[in-house]
Every structure is written in structure tokens, then in C-alpha cells.
């Protein structure tokens, strides 16, 4: 059974950092692309940043670019989201998907 597990969410104020970890079993994790996607309120889910699975590849959507690292260690079958500058515009529920699977996602909230 594929377990995806989100965690590192939380309330932030404006200008600071978040990193979100997604720990993966059942599945083998060093052979997916893996993907961040994000989902803020009255909004449709979207992408923010996908890896190769050797982490070679990085994609960032643009409002993730510069800002957003997403990384992955293959040893510890965890992938990560390292956010910077945050926002009001990243509050959103993050969620990571490999393997066609889905995490329960994390909130972030970004607010003074």
C-alpha cells in the first residue's frame, strides 16, 4: 500500500521560510518523478515543482521560481519542498504525488 505523508506546514509571516517534507513507502520512490502541487481556497490545484528521480531534473512553476528548491533523498525515500519568500499567494493546502499517488497534503498560511 503506497503512503504518502506530508508534513512541515504551518503559519508563516510574510518574507519568511517553510520546508515541507513528504515521506513515500510502499512504493519505490528512487525510481518516480515526484511532484509538489498546491491548492488554495476557490481555487484549482496546481502544479509547483516536479524531480527527476535522481533529482538531476527540476521543474518550478513560475510563481515558484527563485523562491521555491524542491529536492529529494532517495535513501530516506523523502522528497522536500524548501520555500523561501513566502507570501500571501502561497497559502494553500500542499500536497506531494508519485506513482499516481496522492499525500493528505499540508497546509501552509502565510500571514501577519
Known amino acids: 500500500q503506497v503512503q504518502l505523508v506530508e508534513s512541515g506546514g504551518g503559519l508563516v509571516q510574510p518574507g519568511g521560510s517553510l520546508r515541507l517534507s513528504c515521506v513515500a513507502s510502499?512504493?519505490?520512490?528512487?525510481?518516480?518523478?515526484m511532484v509538489w502541487y498546491r491548492q488554495a481556497p476557490g481555487k484549482q490545484r496546481e502544479l509547483v515543482a516536479t524531480?527527476?528521480?535522481?533529482?538531476?531534473?527540476?521543474e518550478y512553476a513560475d510563481s515558484a521560481k527563485g523562491r521555491f528548491t524542491i529536492s529529494r533523498d532517495n535513501d530516506k525515500n523523502t522528497l522536500y519542498l524548501q520555500m523561501n519568500s513566502l507570501n500571501a499567494g502561497d497559502t494553500a493546502v500542499y500536497y506531494c504525488?508519485?506513482?499516481?499517488?496522492w499525500g493528505q497534503g499540508t497546509q501552509v498560511t502565510v500571514s501577519s
Open positions: 504525488m508519485g506513482g499516481s499517488s
Open positions: 510502499g512504493i519505490s520512490f528512487r525510481f518516480y518523478d
Open positions: 524531480i527527476s528521480p535522481t533529482g538531476d531534473r527540476t
